[in-house]
């Protein structure tokens, strides 16, 4: 499974931004879509998880009410919408898939991963 990100540039604060994650390969294998983000010098987080269907989507404290992940599987593709953007949203944002159902936060139950796209946050 290939895993492909993109959307991510500078905005400022208190903006809107889409990302977009396209899967092509053996999606058939995977049950669950995420997006997980590395800011600056830490470690990397779970930001949002949704299965394919749609009907199943968890997120982080960080970013519930603010942030929303859909998929279309006809598309293959799983989008994360980002509004009020602050500083601390400043990250590379990764694309992950899972074979396994369920709203896994660790990146340990994520089986394929994208390059990651960068997000920045700044006036």
């Known amino acids: 499974v290939k895993l492909v990100e993109s959307g991510g540039r500078l905005v400022q604060p208190g903006g809107s931004l889409n990302l977009s994650c396209v899967a092509s390969?053996?999606?058939?294998?995977?049950?669950?879509m995420a997006w997980f983000r590395q800011p600056p010098g830490k470690e990397r987080e779970f930001v949002a998880t949704i299965n394919w269907s749609g009907t199943n989507a968890y997120y982080s404290k960080s970013v519930k009410g603010r942030f929303s992940i859909s998929s279309d599987r006809a598309e293959n593709t799983v989008c994360l919408h980002m509004n009020s953007l602050g500083l601390a949203d400043s990250a590379i944002y990764f694309c992950?898939?899972?074979?396994?159902?369920?709203?896994?936060?660790?990146?340990?139950?994520?089986?394929?991963w994208g390059q990651g796209t960068q997000v920045t946050v700044s006036s």
């Open positions: 992950a898939a899972s074979r396994y159902s369920g709203n896994y936060q660790s990146d340990f139950f994520y089986d394929y």
């Open positions: 390969g053996r999606i058939v294998e995977t049950q669950a």
